[in-house]
């Protein structure tokens, strides 16, 4: 039997980190995280690009955007959203995930999902660089693979 899968290993492929501004003292830790693995598996920064968006609302469009220029291989959606005492981390929440799912289908480009959605600063904290470890890096690791993966698949 033969098994497909992607590597972990970067190439000359070219990834875009797509960050939201808010909350951006924790964003940066998933930023950090994910331009750690993305240097150690083998990038340098002639291949990566940083785009900066308001907020997880925003995240979709941009990603599409970028998507749609055919200059990544891959794209990480960074960002982080906080319960409130509203209903509004809910919408913005639900539009922001489904939005990056339906950007990565339409353009076929992998788009690694860094949101976190938390109801505690100290959950966020967790999974920006401390107990729960860094999902920015998890991210970036998971498009390397998709993007190795759709390489093999589609050669
Ligand atoms: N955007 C976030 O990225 N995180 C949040 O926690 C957040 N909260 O809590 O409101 C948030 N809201 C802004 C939203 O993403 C849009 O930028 C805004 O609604 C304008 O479209």
């Known amino acids: 039997m033969r098994t497909v899968e992607g590597s972990l290993v970067v190439r000359d492929e070219r990834f875009c980190i797509v ?6 003292t924790l ?4 930023v950090a995280g994910a331009l750690d693995v ?3 598996h083998g990038a340098d ?3 990566l690009h940083l785009v900066r968006v308001p907020g ?3 995240l979709p469009l941009a990603v599409q955007k970028l998507a749609a220029t ?4 891959g794209i990480i959606a960074l960002g982080v959203v906080i319960r409130g005492a509203t209903p509004h981390f ?3 929440c639900a539009q922001a995930a489904a939005g990056l ?8 480009v992998p788009v690694g999902f860094g949101l976190l959605t938390c109801d505690t600063i100290e959950q966020v904290m967790e999974r920006a660089g401390t107990k729960a470890g860094n999902k920015g890096a998890d991210a970036a690791l998971t498009t390397i693979e998709m993007v190795s993966l759709l390489r093999q698949i589609e050669a």
Do not use: P
Not at 70 to 73: K, P
């Open 101 to 108: 799912q339906r950007a990565s289908l339409e353009a076929g």
């Open 45 to 47: 920064d002639s291949q």
């Open 56 to 58: 997880a609302f925003e």
């Open 90 to 92: 809910d919408y913005v």
């Open 27 to 30: 964003v940066d830790r998933l």
């Open 19 to 24: 960050a939201s501004r808010f909350n951006e």
């Open 38 to 40: 993305l240097h150690r």
């Open 70 to 73: 055919r200059q990544y291989d």
